[in-house]
């Protein structure tokens, strides 16, 4: 598998310490552009630092980010998201007593003479939804009507007002039943279709394979491992995740693989 | 865009929209009703016990009651929809009064420089507020009972000595608090042009939508919608008529409720006030500036404020150090809530302002009228504050349950 198309975001040596806790040290990965980038890892892996860092929360101590060849430095969530990173964060963060439209424009209402123009932001939602083949009946219903997976629809279509070119999905499928799932993982490649580029970050080791490009695995704050999905299974990924096989670039590389599965085992 | 959208088609036609409001209502969403009923309730019962109570000449008197108060409570439904609170609007009010007073008739300022000086300061002291809060966390509640406490006594220092300041009879201020009222023609014209507005703005909406393909309100229902308002304004301001008419600052009063309605519902900060009294995380998170909002709101709520303690001075023809005092706080703020805005943020409108203080008015006015005790007024007015929580909080209950919270 070859990845030609545009990089749009790279890391290299990307560190943070809080106090004496080395959240992370020197990761490296690539996003490209119709690309999902899986980063998985256990609880304490350093994948929410990772968020916070990309999204502009907590500017990294080391370690250089280029967006579009370009070095930059993104010291609040508006420098990151005026850069065209959207971040859709776990908890959403949508505003339950509004309705759809209200919170897909949140922020960044379209006026009209000074006023809000609703027709124009009602029938941008209404395409934006249906070009994500989204199950939502009326865009003038408060969220708090829609269900999880609806509302994680929302929270999605939201972070592509601002025309991104990457969208940061953290943990999307966490609260979500089996069928709302499939709609979430379904509108990720909607996403990819249309050429973002996407980070995934989860937990579902099978959401991921299901759609990932690339998977990174952090554990303890380091880069232990990046796969490419096509030749990669499930039990290779846990016994990254879990440390059972060491990728880490910064340490010597086992001679053997240790623990009960074999790197080696595939056809 | 070809076709409207199934749920939204639904609640297109008059039926549809009936139903809408039904589907509303079973979701909790009372709105307006619990406040429309007792209005009605509060007129029958009074009226059967003394007739005097829906005279014209009462309900002038009642329009009149309501201007100030009313201000006050326009400046505590925007508090209260980002979820805060202002305990202090009675003492601003005073001292708003107090410094016109003083300014006008002891320094001999001209009314408008008086004037303003009167509603800067009441801007100043929700700026104030506004700093404090978004700088140190303080909970509006104690910072706003502080200020209760420490512009009652801006108030007293500015009265000085004498204590009462009478504002002459003939200036323009108490002339447009006690004696100014619209001529009849002009009150009919403000109706028509009001009502031809509010058509004009709903079928151009309508024509837009339907361009873009969503689903419009019908003709049917905007044709309802007109006829019921112009029979509203027009049936209030004949029976007003009959009396002395429609008052220059009850008009006021309205004009400010439109005016704010207006900006919570069609602009960008109105949008932002709603999302922080919802959720403020999720508005931050938007990259709404938070603060600002809180700001704005401390501001324009003691600046409110401010204008409704210069309407009662008006109307009173003389600030005193009561000015502002006694129940003037606790009206505004439960005339706020019995409207039907939320105390838990993100929910009401400015109409909740000139209906809450309607009936806490009408209450006052009524028992006034059968010479009962001001005990029982107070007793009275506390009970419908109550059932006007009780409301609220069984209707978010509900929105909960029929997930609409």
């Not at chain 1, 990151?80 to 505003?95: E, K, N, Y």
């Not at chain 1, 009507?145 to 499928?173: C, N």
């Not at chain 2, 058509?199 to 006829?227: F, H, K, N, P």
Request: hydrophobic share 50%; net charge neutral; charged share 15%.
């Amino acid at each position: 598998m070859s990845h030609q198309p545009e990089q749009i975001l790279s890391l290299r040596g990307v560190s943070k310490r809080f106090g004496a806790v080395r959240a992370l040290s020197g990761i490296d990965f690539d996003v490209h552009a119709g690309e999902v980038v899986a980063i998985v890892g256990d609880n304490g892996a350093g994948k929410s630092t990772l968020v916070k860092i990309l999204s502009g929360v907590h500017p990294p101590d080391e370690g250089v980010i280029t967006f579009y060849g370009t070095p930059t430095t993104m010291n609040s969530p508006t420098d990151s998201r005026d850069l065209g990173i959207a971040t859709v964060f776990q908890d959403l963060a949508l505003c339950d007593s509004l309705d759809v439209v209200s919170n897909l424009w949140l922020g960044r209402e379209l006026t009209r003479g000074g006023a809000l123009d609703e027709v124009e932001m009602e029938q941008r939602s209404w395409s934006l939804l249906r070009e994500l083949r989204a199950r939502v009946q009326s865009v003038r219903v408060p969220v708090a009507a829609l269900s999880g997976g609806q509302r994680q629809t929302v929270a999605i279509a939201r972070s592509l007002i601002g025309d991104p070119s990457v969208v940061i999905l953290d943990e999307p499928t966490a609260a979500l039943g089996v069928a709302q799932t499939a709609e979430v993982l379904n509108l990720i490649e909607r996403l990819r279709e249309r050429g973002l580029g996407i980070i995934l970050i989860s937990h579902n080791i099978a959401d991921v394979l299901a759609v990932a490009d690339r998977i990174v695995v952090l554990r303890l704050g380091r880069n232990n491992g990046i796969f490419d999905v096509a030749d990669v299974t499930s039990e290779m990924i846990i016994s990254a995740i879990t440390g059972a096989i060491d990728h880490s670039p910064a340490r010597p590389r086992p001679t053997q693989p240790v623990g009960p599965v074999a790197v080696e085992d595939r056809p | 865009m070809s076709s409207t959208h199934p749920q939204d088609a639904r609640h297109s036609g008059f039926r549809g929209t009936v139903g809408a409001f039904v589907d509303r209502l079973r979701g909790g969403d009372l709105g307006s009703l619990p406040v429309l009923t007792g209005l009605v309730l509060i007129g029958v019962v009074f009226q059967l016990l003394n007739p005097n109570f829906l005279s014209p000449t009462n309900l002038v008197n009642l329009t009149m009651q309501c201007a100030a108060i009313g201000t006050i409570a326009l400046g505590i439904v925007l508090v209260l929809l980002v979820g805060e609170i202002d305990l202090s609007v009675g003492s601003v009010s005073g001292l708003a009064a107090a410094i016109l007073a003083v300014a006008f008739v002891q320094f001999g300022w001209p009314l408008p420089v008086a004037l303003l000086a009167a509603i800067a300061a009441g801007a100043a002291a929700g700026l104030a507020y506004g700093l404090l809060y978004t700088r140190f966390g303080v909970p509006a509640f104690v910072l706003t009972l502080a200020g209760l406490l420490g512009f009652l006594g801006v108030q007293l220092w500015v009265l000085g000595r004498v204590g009462s300041i009478n504002i002459p009879f003939d200036s323009l201020l108490v002339t447009f608090g006690q004696q100014l009222f619209l001529p009849d023609p002009v009150a009919y014209g403000i109706v028509v042009l009001v009502v031809l507005g509010y058509g004009y703005t709903l079928v151009s909406q309508a024509r837009r939508r339907t361009e873009a393909g969503l689903a419009a309100m019908s003709t049917s229902v905007i044709g309802v919608r007109v006829g019921g308002l112009l029979l509203l304004l027009g049936t209030v301001t004949w029976y007003l008529n009959l009396a002395r008419g429609v008052g220059a600052m009850f008009l006021l009063f309205v004009a400010l409720v439109t005016i704010v309605h207006h900006a919570l519902t069609r602009t960008r900060w109105g949008r932002a006030v709603y999302a922080v009294g919802g959720s403020v995380e999720a508005a931050r998170r938007a990259g709404i500036r938070v603060n600002r909002v809180y700001i704005s709101v401390f501001v324009l709520c003691s600046t409110l404020a401010a204008v409704g303690g210069l309407m009662a001075a008006a109307r009173l023809a003389a600030a005193n150090q009561s000015s502002g005092g006694s129940d003037t706080n606790l009206n505004a703020i439960a005339a706020a809530v019995i409207g039907g805005t939320s105390l838990f943020g993100g929910r009401g409108s400015a109409f909740s302002a000139l209906l809450g203080v309607l009936v806490i008015m009408s209450i006052s006015s009524g028992l006034t009228l059968l010479n009962l005790d001001s005990s029982i007024r107070y007793i009275v007015t506390g009970s419908v504050l109550v059932l006007a929580v009780i409301i609220d909080s069984l209707s978010r209950r509900s929105r909960a349950a029929a997930g609409r919270a």
